[in-house]
């Protein structure tokens, strides 16, 4: 199992990025993946979810109606498109893979992920 993040950079406030995730040795549709973000001196904090179940996606109210998250099933690959940037936005990115192939009230506990990614930086300033 390998997941590689990539989309990260600087950008200025009100901006957009789109990150990927692209995953291997395994299908994301066959599992519950998770984008996670950490700031400096800061825990690692759920940022959305994506069911592999219907897709259905969650988010945390931080980023809520700025940030989607999407599958492309041909390309093995999940994104995070980042609208509206925020300086409070900065951290390193990672997507992970949940242990849990059931919907879990607590997706955004990094405790239940098993394979995560190298992570991306993301930079929102002026």
């Known amino acids: 199992v390998q997941l590689q993040a990539s989309g990260g950079g600087l950008v200025q406030p009100g901006g957009s990025l789109r990150l990927s995730c692209a995953a291997s040795?395994?299908?994301?549709?066959?599992?519950?993946i998770g984008w996670f973000r950490q700031a400096p001196g800061k825990e690692r904090e759920g940022v959305s979810y994506?069911?592999?179940?219907?897709?259905?996606?969650y988010y945390a109210d931080s980023v809520k109606g700025r940030f989607t998250m999407s599958r492309d099933y041909a390309k093995n690959t999940v994104y995070l498109q980042m609208n509206s940037l925020k300086p409070e936005d900065t951290a390193v990115y990672y997507c992970?893979?949940?242990?849990?192939?059931?919907?879990?009230?607590?997706?955004?506990?990094?405790?239940?992920?098993?394979?995560w990614g190298q992570g991306t930086q993301v930079t929102v300033s002026s």
């Open positions: 992970a893979v949940s242990s849990n192939l059931q919907f879990s009230s607590t997706w955004y506990l990094p405790q239940g992920y098993t394979d």
């Open positions: 994506i069911s592999r179940v219907a897709g259905f996606e």
């Open positions: 040795g395994f299908s994301l549709d066959r599992n519950n």
